[in-house]
């Protein structure tokens, strides 16, 4: 079992996210496949940032299972979001079955949703599988529409994916899938509080994201790469 830690806000001040619940896991978590790493990742700038790299350094936030104990606490029902920085569970691209497991198990009853960069290898396929099947929204985030089609085939759980930054207009992949801009990134007056999509296990519609953030330059052209 690795022992990652944990912010857990129970009232975010995100204006995107609205007052839900969300954490923040330290660094370690995140893909070493993930092209936004150092590298146009919007939570590597502005005041996430510096929360990210306190919880990375143990000097804010909880060990995983007090962390896992908060969630579980959680009202049935509740939207949280799962990893406002950081990835699933494990040390870069691998799924820590065990802490997986926890997390899983922690939000029954809720309505939690987070995204992966992990690959989607066998193993970690197999994960995202078992925590869609118990409730556990987990989209595979893509970095532009070609992969977002590599994903949406593997046909195991919604796919989101980066725009560059001007999107704002719904957009098609190279395969013929939609993509729906997230209505938050367009509107003041929608939050993930009012809209929940990204919570839906079932969701076939690719949600798209448009590059925003300090490197949203850098975010861009990894958007533009394909
Ligand atoms: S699509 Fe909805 S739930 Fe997902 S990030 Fe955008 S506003 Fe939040």
Redesign the pocket.
Same mark, same amino acid.
């Given at each position: 079992m690795i022992f990652h830690h944990i912010q857990f806000t129970r009232t975010s001040r995100n204006a995107? *996210?609205g007052p839900i619940p969300v954490t923040t896991t330290s660094e370690e978590t995140c893909a070493h496949a993930c092209p936004l790493k150092a590298n146009g990742c919007y939570a590597e700038g502005g005041p996430l940032a510096i929360l990210w790299r306190k919880v990375t350094e143990r000097k804010a936030g909880l060990a995983w299972d007090a962390a896992m104990a908060e969630i579980a606490k959680l009202p049935k029902g509740t939207l949280w979001?799962h990893n406002q920085a950081g990835d699933l569970p494990g040390m870069g691209d691998a799924i820590d079955r065990e802490a997986m497991a926890g997390l899983v198990r922690a939000n029954r009853g809720k309505r939690g949703?987070t995204y992966t960069h992990k690959p989607m290898d066998a193993d970690n396929a197999a994960a995202v599988v078992d925590a869609i099947g118990q409730g556990f929204a987990v989209n595979l985030s893509a970095n532009d529409l070609a992969h977002a089609d590599e994903l949406a085939a593997l046909n195991i759980a919604p796919v &989101?994916v980066v725009l560059p930054a001007d999107a704002t207009r719904a957009t098609v992949t190279p395969q013929g899938r939609k993509i #729906?801009i997230?209505? #938050? *990134?367009i509107s003041d007056n &929608? *939050?993930?509080a *009012?809209?929940?999509?990204? #919570?839906l296990t079932g969701r076939k519609a690719i949600?798209g994201?448009p590059a925003h953030g300090a490197s949203k330059r850098k975010a861009t052209a990894v958007a533009m790469a394909a």
């Open positions: 995107k *996210t979001r949703y &989101v #729906a997230c209505p #938050a *990134t &929608v *939050t993930c *009012t809209c929940g999509l990204c #919570a949600i994201f």
